[in-house]
Structure formats: C-alpha cells, structure tokens
C-alpha cells in the first residue's frame, strides 16, 4: 500500500478509519436507528395516496429532471435547461484517492435555482425515517410530490429487478414521489431516464434514502416545492446574474487541503492542477485499476447526468434561450468561448476513453507516461479556455455593478 493510501486509514486513529468516515458512520446510524424504518406506521388512514393526472418527463441530470418533474406538476413551465442554468450548475472538483473522482456540478444547484426564480420551497431537509416520511406523507395528502436523495444501487428496476452491486453506489442520485400505497407497501416515484411512473417497495426505497454507501451518502435528504403562485413572474436577468454569481464562487473556490495527503482540487485551480493529477496519477492509482480510472473520468465528464461535457453543454442551451430574449452581446461572448471549453472537454473525455482502452496492453512506465502527457496537454488548454470563460463571466457581473 502507497504511503498516500495508508495515511488516509490511520489519520484519525480510530482504528484504522478516518474521522471523517467515522462521523459519517455515526451520523447515519443515528439517522437509521433513532427512527427506525419511518413507512412502518403510516398506513393509518388512507390506503393509497397517489397525485392525479401525473406525467413524466425526461431529461439528464437526476436532479434537475426530479425538479423538473415536481414543478410541472404544480404548474409552473420549466424545463431542465432553466433549472441547471439557472441552478449555476458549471464547477470542477478533483478529488484524489486510490480511485480519483472528478464532479462537474454545482451541490447547490437546487438551492441557486429557486433563489434565482423566486420560488418557494422547504429547502433540504435532513432527518430521521420516521419523522421523514410522516412530512412526506403529509405533503403528499397537501397535493405536493417530494423530491428524494437517493443511492441508485437500491433502485431495482434499474438492476433487473434486483439491488446493484457495491460498485454501482451513487447517493447524489434524485427522484420525485408522487404516491405511497400502504396496502401494496410500495412507493410511486419518477426517475430520470424513465417517463412513466415506477413502483418500488417501502423497503427498498429507505434503503436508498439512508444508504451507507462511501459515494456521497445520501443522508435521507428531501425537500418540496410550494404551489404556483399566480402571480409568478420569471425575471431572467435577475435568474442570470445568480447564476453567473454562483459560477464565479465555484470557479474561485480555494485547493481544500485533506487531513491527510490527499487533497481535493476545486474550480479554476483545480483546472489548472488536473494535468499535474494526469501525468502524476500512478503516484495514488495501481497499474490494475488505470482502465477503470480513465473509464470512470469518461463516464463521469460525458455520461453521468452530465449531458455530456462536463455539464457545460446544457448551461450553453441555458445561455442560448436566454439570450434569444435578453440579447445582450456579451452573453453572445460567452457562449463562444463555452463552446470552445465544449470542444476541449470532448477532446479530452474522448482522450481518457481511448486511455482506458489502451492503457492495459502498456507493461512498460515509459510507454503509459505518453498516454498521460498527451492528456495533459489537452487539460492544459482546457483550463485556458476555462479561464477565459470565468474572465467573461467575472467581467459581466463587474459591469452590473457599475
């Protein structure tokens, strides 16, 4: 074991397992056992509760489709591209591990959004089963759907009717309920990549809320939108400059150094950092596990809720409808210079696929080195055009202010 590797299981010295690990243990434990399973004692009452004349729509980002799917029920007319738009969802994380990570969405989307639009809403809401699900029980009787956190391994119709491996755990995934049915004990949910509604069983669906998965637990969060108030009005410069806002805070965001010597790399440092993390990456990632790494950086910049590059092809959809309406010059700036960091995230999500293909066949360092310095170069250029698009944006809220 590398001494990277190490230290992150003796930093806290319980053990053998990190503190932060350990925290996260307890906290979910108390969440699970203060409570028990919430379901249990709701079916007082009525049998069944399940909003009417429900559709679903589809999209790609969990998240903003689970919003999405909630809003358009209640009445408003919102589309993803508004939500991850609005929501300010461009932002760059590199995390380092034996089995690094790189995200590209805002955490906060959901909270920007609905400060940029002006809606009300619970905001998120981390509690015990119990407690949970008497609020959702209630909110749903108040003709409300609910939108849920959950780990998509305890999703089985996504698995073939089974629960995913260990390996399949993701707990930033997002669904919206719209029904409980007490007699049958299952649950009413929509589902991105799905547009009808799915039944999954009380049992499982806790499961998911309170996984205790590594991979972003998902801690029983929940919140809901309020109705349609008839007076909505949707200000999309007001919705434009919070988002760009929200951009320029994740662009800015400082190197956050780890109890131990691995370190998560943020925004436009982070960007900056990546091709040291590529060149560099057999400092922390075993020969055997390079294909998986490469793939995953792949998946996760193309393919994982991300309507590819790296979200920052839906915020340019966002940047287009908006400016059809505002028309402003600058924003057409913008969306030429995110076309070309576009361009240069396919370049290298496409160079990091064709890595994970090819790395395996590779016995000697040297000829492995050429793979990494090739994809650094690509992410060098990439942080530029990045740059320059973080300068426009920082450009544009600075003229506001004048």
């Known amino acids: 074991m590398k001494i990277a590797q190490f230290r992150l299981y003796v930093s806290s010295g319980v053990k ?31 049998s069944k509760i399940l909003l009417s004349n429900v559709t ?25 591209p508004l939500i991850c738009g609005g929501g300010g969802i461009i932002d760059f994380a590199f995390h380092e591990s034996a089995f690094p990570f790189i995200g590209t969405k805002n955490e906060r989307m959901a909270e920007v959004f609905f400060e940029g639009v002006g809606i009300e809403w619970s905001g998120k809401i981390n509690t015990g089963s119990k407690k949970s699900w008497k609020l959702i029980k209630e909110k749903l009787e108040e003709g409300l759907p609910v939108i849920l956190r959950v780990d998509v391994r305890y999703l089985p119709y996504r698995f073939g009717g089974k629960h995913g491996s260990r390996f399949s755990s993701y707990g930033m995934h997002y669904v919206t309920i719209f029904g409980l049915d007490f007699e049958k004990r299952k649950a009413f949910i929509s589902d991105v990549g799905y547009t009808n509604l799915l039944e999954i069983s009380f049992d499982d669906i806790d499961k998911a809320r309170y996984s205790f998965t590594q991979a972003f637990p998902p801690y029983g969060e929940f919140y809901w939108i309020e109705r349609e108030k008839k007076d909505f009005n949707l200000n ?20 956050k150094q780890d109890l131990t010597d691995l370190r998560k790399f ?42 590819g590059s790296a979200n920052r092809q839906i915020f340019k959809e966002f940047l287009v409808d908006i400016n059809k309406k505002v028309k402003d010059r600058r924003i057409e700036n913008m969306i030429v210079q995110l076309s070309l960091c576009i361009d240069n995230w396919k370049t290298l999500s496409a160079e990091f696929y064709s890595i994970s293909k090819s790395i395996g066949n590779k016995k000697e360092k ?18 530029r055009e990045e740059r320059l698009f973080y300068q426009l944006i920082k450009e544009y809220i600075e003229a506001k202010k004048n």
């Open 16 to 46: 053998g397992v990190p503190m932060e690990k350990f925290l996260t243990f307890i906290f979910l434990l108390f969440l699970l056992l203060s409570c028990g399973n919430g379901l249990k004692n709701l079916d007082r009452g009525k």
């Open 366 to 383: 040297y000829e492995r080195k050429a793979f990494y310095d090739r994809a650094g170069a690509i992410a060098d250029q990439l942080a």
């Open 236 to 255: 999309l410069k007001r919705l434009l400059t919070n988002s760009f806002k929200a951009i320029i805070k994740n662009y800015e965001k400082p190197k």
């Open 56 to 80: 679903i729509y589809d999209g790609y980002n969990s998240e903003a489709v689970a919003i999405m799917n909630a809003m358009r029920y209640l009445g408003y007319d919102i589309d993803e």
């Open 266 to 307: 943020y925004g436009i440092e982070g960007l900056e950092n990546l091709s040291k993390e590529i060149v560099n990456i057999e400092k922390l990632v075993t020969g055997v596990f390079l294909p998986s790494v490469f793939y995953g950086f792949w998946y996760y910049l193309e393919k994982l809720e991300t309507k």
